[in-house]
């Protein structure tokens, strides 16, 4: 039996379990900090959780604090995700922006027909559990959390295909914050090399299966070897997840 198969999002047993985790990850959060932005954060992430995203909520915390932040800062760049699912990372960030009352054009890549199918770059595990339709998700529901949440859709740009189709023709020209949630190395790969030069100086690119799938963690560490980066501008969120800034 498939037990990744089985233990995934795309099932009932998957969804369950992501629920479950979040709930006790939301309850660790208030009796930490309780606070008007702990309650905040948390009624958010109970919306797009687990229908929207299998993004830890420690994750999702992180990418809402730190578009606050660059809005804050005025660093101009739209928001580009690659690898979107349903849609609950982007409406994270996109609610920063309205609670801080900075619009940003949102860039959002997905074949929107599950992964592709990992290479030898990444683990026999991978390989050996992979099926097609993992992780699909669909510009519907996408729509439909926005929505949900009252987030306005008109400056969000759906690109649905396959990475090596979408992104090296795409026209997005400046970048504040580029979130890649790709989880194999060649896709991983390719968003960095395509998408890193658009960066805006002070802008951040985030990993969020960092620490968790091989392949993105060898690809991140092969990008930074390649641009002369050390591997310590890495800082992790968690056990699953890693950012670093662009340099100035």
Known sequence: MNMVKLLSPDFAIGKVLVAGRSILEIGALLAA???????????????????????????????????????????????????VWNGGSSAMMAAACRDTGVPRSFWLFDSFEG?????????????????????????????????????????????????????PVATVDQIALL????????????????????????????????????????AAHDFLDSRGMPRAALHRVGSMGAYFQKPA
Request: hydrophobic share 35%; with cysteine; proline share 5%.
């Open 33 to 83: 900090r309780p606070s008007t932005e702990s309650i905040h954060l948390a009624r958010l992430i109970m919306q797009v959780k687990p229908a929207h995203t299998m993004v830890r909520n420690q994750n999702l915390i992180n990418l809402y604090r730190m578009v606050r932040y660059l809005n804050r800062s005025a660093l101009p760049g739209a928001i580009v995700e690659c690898g």
């Open 115 to 167: 992964l592709p199918r990992p290479t030898e770059n990444d683990n026999a595990i991978e390989r050996d559990s992979y099926f097609e339709g993992w992780n699909k998700g669909s510009i519907e529901n996408v729509e439909r959390i926005f929505r949900k949440l009252e987030l306005p859709l008109n400056h969000v740009h759906f690109v649905k295909g396959w990475f090596d189709q979408t992104i």
């Open 179 to 218: 979130h890649i949630d790709a989880d194999w190395y060649e896709s991983v790969s390719l968003v960095l090399n395509q998408l890193y030069d658009r960066i805006t100086p002070g802008g951040y690119v985030v990993f969020d299966d960092y620490g968790y799938w091989e392949g993105c963690d060898r």
